[in-house]
């Protein structure tokens, strides 16, 4: 990755897609990322909550794991067909090979990737995480990323998301992003609607 820093400039066609674990920083890096390219910032969980008029934890809680990610599904395809935004998804939701496929063929995806440590402290701070509800979360935690990480690294881009100041996560992610759409120009573009 180049020390370019000024995207100020960068065009992006497509929805930017971050995707990785809870406490990862995809909704706080997501806001600051969308400021500085010029875009909408959507979180897919407050969409989700708006559509089913019910927290995350609630609609775990009601109906399951398995229908929260059909719905998760359905509302991250209607956001991909949208104009680009910067799109903070849940963790589990590129774990969904329908999804995943739809965000291959409609946006760029970045993975926030961090060590375990980073993610326990993190997610320490707060107590609506629905799969930390039962349990040692570190262990949990441990097990989600032996699971989600290969899946994870299938995204366009990689960023590791270290214990540094927002402002210079959203810096690394950005330059990513530039480095990556100059080595892919057909790839930014923004994609046919579907017919």
């Known amino acids: 990755m180049t020390a370019h820093s000024d995207t100020s400039r960068l065009r992006v066609g ?15 890096v997501g806001r600051r990322l969308a400021r500085r390219l010029d875009l909408p910032f ?55 090979p329908e999804t995943r496929s739809q965000v291959r063929a409609r946006g760029i995806s970045i993975w926030l990737n961090a060590d375990l440590d980073t993610l326990v402290e993190r997610v320490s701070r707060r107590s609506n995480r629905p799969l930390l509800k039962n349990g040692d979360a570190r262990q949990t935690l441990s097990e989600l ?41 057909e790839r930014a573009l923004r994609p046919a609607p579907k017919r």
Do not use: C
Request: charged fraction near 25%; avoid cysteine.
């Open 14 to 28: 497509r929805t930017v897609v971050l995707v990785g674990l809870m406490g990862v920083g995809k909704s706080a």
């Open 42 to 96: 959507i979180d897919a969980d407050a969409e989700i909550e708006a559509a089913a008029g019910n927290s995350i934890e609630e609609l775990f809680r009601q109906h399951g794991e398995a229908e929260f990610r059909a719905g998760e599904r359905r509302v991250i395809a209607r956001l991909l067909e949208g104009e680009p935004h910067v799109l903070a998804t849940g963790g589990g939701a590129f774990m969904d």
């Open 145 to 185: 990323m032996a699971i989600r990480n290969p899946v994870y690294a299938e995204a366009d881009i990689t960023v590791a998301s270290v214990d540094r100041p927002l402002g210079e996560m959203t810096v690394r992610v950005a330059d990513a992003l530039q480095d990556w759409i100059a080595a892919h120009p």
